[in-house]
């Protein structure tokens, strides 16, 4: 039972324009959204997060959207650069394991970008 | 200066073996963690320690047993190894009670190849 869910295995870019990653989930007492980019070999690294009780987070190029009523969130990237090339991962957690990161993911995104 | 370090990057062993994994953070966290990354590309909790104590454990099989010596430490012992545990363990740390701020800081995961 998939209760994040991101349903495009893959998504290819052009450097300088906008990438947008979707990511769906299931379970309605999830109350934090997070986004982790991973490099091949290396671990999934923090970018961004959104709590339940906002639409919306920007950090710098990275903007994080979050619509309850659909259960969905996604992740845009404006201007794509080349060195955003990786696998992006959308990860869930609710409430009830106290302050402990018990994080639901997604299969992953992974993103390309070329020249 | 790495922050959360896993040894080794890479094992190879036949199946019934015993082997472990180690890992280490240096981010004065008091929460670690142990997540697979399977085939299929998901990464799920599998345990959860706070100073030493336990206080996640997902439905893995008794033949993982995670040791905590002290709060900078977190390491996984596999027993009778099974074709079926070969994935991407990936070590990670936070800070309890925050998850907003301190999100999970990842390893840079370990690559087990049961034969």
């Known amino acids: 039972d998939q209760q994040v869910k991101q349903n495009s295995p893959s998504l290819s870019v052009q450097e300088g324009r906008i990438s947008i990653l979707n990511c769906d989930y299931t379970n309605s007492m999830f109350d934090y959204f997070l986004w982790y980019k991973k490099y091949p070999a290396e671990g999934p690294t923090f970018l961004i997060s959104i709590s339940s009780i906002k639409d919306k987070n920007e950090d710098g190029r990275f903007t994080v959207f979050l619509n309850k009523s659909a259960k969905h969130l996604s992740l845009h990237i404006v201007p794509s650069q080349p060195g955003d090339s990786a696998v992006y991962f959308c990860?869930?957690?609710?409430?009830?394991?106290?302050?402990?990161?018990?994080?639901?993911f997604g299969a992953g995104t992974r993103l390309a970008v070329h020249p | 200066d790495t922050a959360v370090s896993q040894t080794p990057k890479y094992l190879v062993t036949q199946m019934g073996n015993d082997k472990s994994i180690k890992c280490e953070q240096n981010l004065g966290h008091d929460t670690m963690y142990w997540y697979k990354q399977d085939s299929k590309k998901f990464l799920k909790i599998m345990f959860s320690?706070?100073?030493?104590?336990?206080?996640i454990n997902e439905t893995v099989p008794n033949r993982f047993s995670p040791k905590s010596p002290d709060k900078a430490h977190l390491n996984l012992h596999i027993n009778s190894l099974e074709l079926g545990d070969s994935a991407v363990y990936f070590c990670a740390s936070s800070q309890e009670g925050d998850r907003v701020n301190s999100p999970l800081h990842f390893g840079n995961g370990t690559r087990l190849t049961v034969t």
């Open positions: 320690y706070n100073n030493k104590e336990l206080i």
């Open positions: 990860a869930a957690s609710d409430g009830f394991s106290g302050g402990y990161n018990k994080l639901i």
